[in-house]
């Protein structure tokens, strides 16, 4: 079982910064991807950027140029660094960890990300 914890969320006025952080409970073993997505109020949850353990990362259109996700493995953690906040960002962002030789994913509680002014 691996328990996420994420951090960094708050309030931020349009155009601002955040620093999302997510800490795995335990060291991940094997083939991974780590990942955010987040799920504004009355909308599905949604991709917005993965990095799996051999380096390959992916980002949601929305975020490209804005968002970046980067990992420590020593460290088991996840970031995601938003730049240039934009209202439509608001929303909960949870962190995402995919073990692929085991098939099974996990959740973070969520951290709320709201852009306003």
């Known amino acids: 079982q691996v328990q996420l914890v994420e951090s960094g969320g708050g309030l931020v006025q349009p155009g601002g910064s955040l620093r999302l952080s997510c800490v795995a409970s335990?060291?991940?073993?094997?083939?991974?991807?780590m990942g955010w997505y987040r799920q504004a109020p009355g909308k599905q949850r949604e991709l917005v950027a993965t990095?799996?353990?051999?380096?390959?990362?992916t980002y949601a259109d929305s975020v490209k140029g804005r968002f970046t996700i980067s990992r420590d493995n020593a460290k088991s953690t996840v970031y995601l660094q938003m730049n240039s906040l934009k209202s439509e960002d608001t929303a909960v962002y949870y962190c995402n960890v995919l073990i692929l030789f085991r098939n099974v994913d996990y959740w973070g509680q969520g951290t709320q990300v709201t852009v306003s002014s």
């Open positions: 990095i799996a353990s051999g380096g390959t990362i």
């Open positions: 335990t060291r991940i073993f094997g083939t991974n991807v």
